[in-house]
């Protein structure tokens, strides 16, 4: 059974930064891609970023130039560097894998950004 668990959330205010993490309970090399999701308060749920096993990357709009979006094989983790964070960024971060047509997802982590 797949697991990932993020971590690195918490409370930062405007203009700060925070680095999320997602550990998988595997080899993250088995997965196509792995990438990072969020939902605000009262929203959807919405694609941030995604990188994918070839290294190729993937950023909404509202998140380029401010976040990146990285992974390490050797530790079984995926990184997502979060600069100049906005109170807009305030939402429930989602780290997600594909393995083929089965996607797998954490628990969340919160990250709150004051003004």
């Known amino acids: 059974q797949v697991q990932l668990v993020e971590s690195g959330g918490g409370l930062v205010q405007a203009g700060g930064s925070l680095r999320l993490s997602c550990a998988a309970s595997?080899?993250?090399?088995?997965?196509?891609?792995m990438g990072w999701y969020r939902q605000a308060p009262e929203k959807q749920r919405e694609f941030v970023a995604r990188i994918t096993r070839g290294g190729r990357l993937n950023y909404a709009d509202s998140v380029k130039g401010r976040f990146t979006c990285s992974r390490d094989n050797a530790e079984n983790t995926v990184y997502l560097q979060m600069n100049s964070l906005k109170p807009e960024d305030t939402a429930v971060y989602y780290c997600t894998a594909d393995a083929g047509n089965i996607s797998y997802w954490g628990k969340g982590t919160l990250v709150t950004v004051s003004s």
């Open positions: 595997g080899s993250i090399f088995s997965f196509n891609r």
